[in-house]
């Protein structure tokens, strides 16, 4: 028999299995006395000090069955908490326990990414006729905004509790010419939890000067839990006809290459490993998938449907809606097992895999993709939505 998410929340419930607020211990919750399964407001705790002593603080919240901790350090999601088909909670995001472990050695793990999420080739741009040098810090390009990118500077964090929605948001002021890009940008973005356990991410951002922008989340997910293994059997659909295919650098080269006939095709789910080893020059050069999917949808309004991802084994799914053209699916191709997670395990290669929704990688050197210019006067505004389920 399949079961639904609120089948399943609602079991949780009445097992004693919702969350607690900070330790993930279970304790007994009645879905009567509160508006949602779960429904926990913000709660802040110190995480840990910076070496010039500034404070980062953890804040976590629950709602509709789900759970979060978020660091204000890089808007960083420590761990998500979803339920399997029998009720049982696992935290399916990749992690680190120590703010020193995030700041010495992270790649990247849950966090918010900007000003420009993926690379931007020889970390250079030309923008109304003035070119721009970047922080280079991914071989000769700039990777995720550089040496100190927004995963690696102390958030503004404003908890809210409206409605029926819990929530953060999120603020950071970038300077003009941090990392090398021009114009002081102004970023707000909003990370709530719905009644239904949804997590919705907001990004808004204004500059004073013409600038490039590409806002999105780094969150490492594996559906059977962290360090549980290899996530070579999540089977993903991606709603994508084309990908872009990358040189040595895992720059763009410009083309729009089809799916068809490759391992690049997911417009049907398969298993993530079915095709991981087939051989593709692309997946040699890669050392598996670490590519741009172009959307079928395109830019749109609001966030539609655009990927699906399955854990056969807890039953977990992940559903990603999008009003961006680009999903980057990495397969978690240099985890190398130097790091320890959350859970007391190691990290080893393809243990988790991203899904960041974006535009294009390296968008500002190639006219022919989606635009990523943002002018004075203008308002850049994007959406993801992650909802959680079994099946």
């Known amino acids: 028999m399949e079961l639904n998410r609120r089948?399943?929340?609602?079991?949780?419930?009445?097992?004693?299995?919702?969350?607690?607020?900070?330790?993930?211990?279970?304790?007994?919750?009645?879905?009567?006395?509160?508006p949602s399964p779960g429904r926990?407001?913000?709660?802040?705790?110190?995480?840990?000090?910076?070496?010039?002593?500034?404070q980062v603080h953890r804040w976590s919240l629950a709602n509709g069955g789900t759970r979060m901790k978020v660091l204000s350090y890089g808007g960083i999601v420590q761990s998500l908490e979803i339920p399997d088909r029998h009720g049982r909670y696992a935290n399916v995001s990749l992690g680190l326990d120590t703010l020193d472990a995030y700041v010495e050695s992270s790649p990247y793990f849950g966090a918010l990414i900007g000003r420009y999420g993926n690379r931007i080739g020889k970390g250079r741009f030309t923008l109304d006729g003035t070119t721009y040098q970047l922080s280079v810090n991914d071989g000769d390009n700039s990777l995720h905004g550089g040496a100190q990118g927004f995963d690696k500077h102390v958030w503004d964090v404003e908890p809210f509790a409206e409605g029926p929605d819990v929530g953060l948001r999120l603020y950071r002021t970038s300077p003009d010419g941090e990392m090398g890009y021009p114009g002081t940008l102004r970023v707000k973005v909003t990370y709530t939890l719905t009644r239904h356990g949804e997590w919705r991410i907001d990004y808004e951002a204004t500059t004073d000067r013409p600038t490039?922008?590409?806002?999105?989340?780094?969150?490492?997910?594996?559906?059977?839990?962290?360090?549980?293994g290899t996530v070579e059997d999540h089977e993903l659909m991606i709603a994508a006809s084309r990908y872009t295919p990358t040189d040595p650098g895992l720059i763009p080269t410009g083309e729009l290459a089809r799916v068809a006939g490759t391992p690049f095709d997911f417009r049907r789910a398969k298993p993530i490993g079915q095709d991981l080893r087939a051989g593709h020059p692309q997946q040699v050069q890669a050392k598996g998938y670490d590519h741009n999917w172009v959307l079928d949808k395109g830019v749109t309004t609001r966030p539609e449907p655009i990927a699906t991802l399955r854990d056969p084994r807890?039953?977990?799914?992940?559903?990603?809606?999008?009003?961006?053209?680009?999903?980057?699916?990495?397969?978690?191709?240099?985890?190398?097992?130097?790091?320890?997670?959350?859970?007391?395990?190691?990290?080893?290669?393809?243990?988790?895999?991203?899904?960041?929704?974006?535009h294009f990688p390296d968008s500002p050197n190639h006219a022919h993709f989606p635009s990523t210019v943002l002018r004075p006067g203008r308002t850049y505004r994007t959406t993801t939505i992650h909802s959680f389920g079994v099946r």
């Not at 607690?20 to 009567?32: D, E, N, Y």
């Not at 922008?213 to 360090?227: D, I, K, P, R």
């Open 7 to 34: 089948t399943v929340i609602a079991g949780a419930a009445a097992a004693g299995l919702a969350a607690s607020t900070l330790g993930g211990t279970a304790q007994a919750a009645s879905s009567a006395a509160r």
């Open 40 to 54: 926990e407001k913000p709660v802040k705790e110190l995480f840990g000090r910076l070496p010039d002593g500034t």
């Open 212 to 228: 490039v922008v590409n806002l999105t989340s780094h969150v490492y997910w594996n559906l059977a839990g962290e360090g549980s």
């Open 314 to 358: 807890s039953g977990r799914t992940l559903k990603i809606a999008t009003d961006q053209p680009g999903l980057q699916f990495y397969s978690g191709n240099f985890l190398d097992g130097t790091l320890t997670g959350t859970g007391g395990r190691t990290y080893r290669q393809g243990d988790a895999l991203c899904l960041e929704t974006q």
